[in-house]
């Protein structure tokens, strides 16, 4: 669980984990126009659609059993690219991959 109200840093492991986990993330801020803003619960940040990220590694509390919840808080204003666009991804060599998402435009 990451709480997303400190802010839009590029720090190694900036988002801290909530959990016991320790899937500390950092954010890959292509052109720098990530910004921290107002949401439902306290801050968010608003990626702008354009490859930015946060990256927390590939800890082994990730990789999710035969039964698990992906969820997330999302407002989307706009989404018009064509194919797959990820809010949670996880790939990974021998079929354990998860995503979750947008395809063409549609949850």
Do not use: C
């Not at 899937?23 to 803003?37: F, M, P, Q, R």
């Not at 082994?60 to 991804?89: D, E």
């Not at 079929?95 to 998402?101: E, I, N, V």
């Amino acid at each position: 669980m990451w709480h997303l109200g400190d802010g839009d840093s590029t720090a190694s492991d900036y988002y801290k984990d909530s959990t016991s986990n320790n899937n500390d993330g950092t954010l890959t801020d292509i052109d720098g126009d990530v910004e921290s803003i107002s949401s439902q619960i306290y801050k968010g940040l608003d990626f702008q659609g354009d490859n930015d990220r946060i990256n927390v590694g590939n800890g082994s509390s990730l990789n999710l059993g035969a039964t698990f919840t992906l969820s997330g808080w999302v407002n989307v204003t706009s989404h018009n690219n064509p194919g797959y666009q990820f809010l949670i991804s996880k790939d990974a060599v021998g079929g354990d991959s998860y995503d979750l998402g947008f395809k063409n435009g549609a949850p």
